[in-house]
């Protein structure tokens, strides 16, 4: 971890395309920022642009990257017919040196750890300091969720400390509950009157909204929350968190990162599976498919969301009827392959293409979290109790997570067409759409769980992977969602991997406190992270 703690400041500014004044009215040169010269306002979206697309699945210029292993395990995506066999991902083969996150997360931190120090104890520059502590919280929950106990508290230190020990990972996820606490606090402090300098078109992702800001690290708190239901010494603490939310409000609108893309500098997820500026078809749209898994859902509850997650057979983004989608749909039109196979079908055709409702066009914003997410997780946690009303109360939620899907997706061309949609299809009697009033807490969070990871393909491929290791049973050897083993004959695990190894440089940098923690005997089939059962 050495050269991530040397390295503040210097991740503040990417290549990306931002509005036309944007880079132009800064006094400095953005392209090379040092601790001095990086301001809060330097440094705001240079940290949402890499969070988002390190959350969206990109971490380069092409659109599966990050959690494209996710995205495949999850029965979202597969690999095209034609390539070479991608056993590495079909038969769970993990080590020290992929996949990885550990530097990229860290990476962000460093940044956002500057930005916190020089905006801490200023009122002014208080919902700067806010901004940092509530992206600080998602990036450390983010490497709690991969790898469990990781260096927190001495952390990001720099030359005071290069050898940081692993703090614990439920102590830091309670950390990271005050953490947004105190910022929800001070966010709200400074509504009206307004003492604290706004964020203006430095925040790329909510345009110095701080309400919205509030509800943002509001919803973030529920999920932490939410993910250690299982930890049973933490049911009070975990009860009182979440009933004082409530007063609060969460995420009503998606959280969407823009700095301006255009045409010539697209958004990076358009980048990989859309088209060129030349006009030809880049280079993950060729690679990546369909997931019969998810098909197969879409198919089997009548979703004609299925044509927007995915394109028929044989339609890519350069063909003109791509954005053209009819409904009803033809669902035989659409195809994939299960995890472990990559098999042509049986008309000789590829997999279906990722569709237009996740690759829009080259200025679409890069998702950081969906509204549907935030209407998902208050109809568990309502399920659960944790809020007031029952499954009457989380009816409507509910059906709003479906909505706010449809609406992002943009079913039927019109944000009145995407209501009517999910309407006729939330109000089918049907497994894992219908929720009736009378069913079991268990019963109806797993419709809950099932129609978020619907909801999420291609978007948010970590989140499925979380539900499903969090609600993982030994006993049936399943989770929510429920997805197959991968179908390949060389693989030999009976589940996909329940977190990552530490990094290479860990053993070799910070060998003390990557022993301490671990690191020499971790298996990562069977060393579950601390909200597992």
Known sequence: MKKVLIGLGIIAI????????????????????????????????????????????????????????????????????????????????????????????????ANLNVMAQKTAGDPKQSNYYDIANVLEAVCFQNLVDLYNNIPYSQALQGQGNFYPNYDDASSIYDSLTVKLDKAITDIKANLNPADAVLPTTDDIMFGGDMQTWMQFANTVKLRLLLRETNVAAKQSYISSEISGTASDGYLQTDALVNPGYTSAQPNNFYGGFGVSPSGSLNSDASYIGANETAIDFYKNTNDSRLGYFYSPKNITATDPSYNNVTLPLNFSDYWGNYLGKQSANPDGTGSSNIGSGIVKDPTQGTVMMLAAESYFLQAEATVLGY????????????????????????VGGSASAADAQAAIYYGQNIGFVAFPLTATADSLVHTIIE???????????????????????????????????????????????????????????????????????????????????
């Open 14 to 109: 990417t290549n990306w395309g931002c509005k036309k004044d944007f880079l132009t009215s800064l006094a400095n040169n953005p392209n090379s920022p040092t601790t001095s010269v990086a301001t809060p306002q330097l440094l705001l979206p240079g940290a949402l642009y890499n969070l988002s697309q390190l959350l969206n699945g990109v971490t380069g210029t092409t659109g599966a990257a990050a959690y494209d292993r996710q995205a495949a395990w999850l029965g979202y995506w597969n690999y095209q017919p034609g390539y070479s066999f991608n056993s590495t991902v079909q038969d769970y083969v993990m080590n020290s040196g992929a996949p990885q996150l550990w530097d990229n997360y860290y990476g962000i931190l």
């Open 387 to 410: 809020l007031p009303g029952g499954a009457a109360a989380a009816l409507p939620l509910y059906q709003q997570g479906i909505t706010k899907s449809y609406e992002y997706l943009n």
């Open 451 to 533: 129609q978020k990871w619907a909801a999420l393909n291609g978007i948010n491929n970590v989140e499925a992977y979380n539900d499903w290791r969090q609600t993982y049973s030994a006993a049936t050897n399943m989770g929510y969602p429920i997805v197959p083993v991968s179908a390949d004959a060389a693989n030999t695990f009976p589940h996909m991997p329940f977190r990552y190894f530490y990094p290479d440089e860990e053993q070799t940098n910070n060998n003390a406190a990557w022993a301490a923690a671990g690191g020499a005997t971790t298996n990562v089939f069977t060393d579950k992270i601390f909200w597992m059962k």
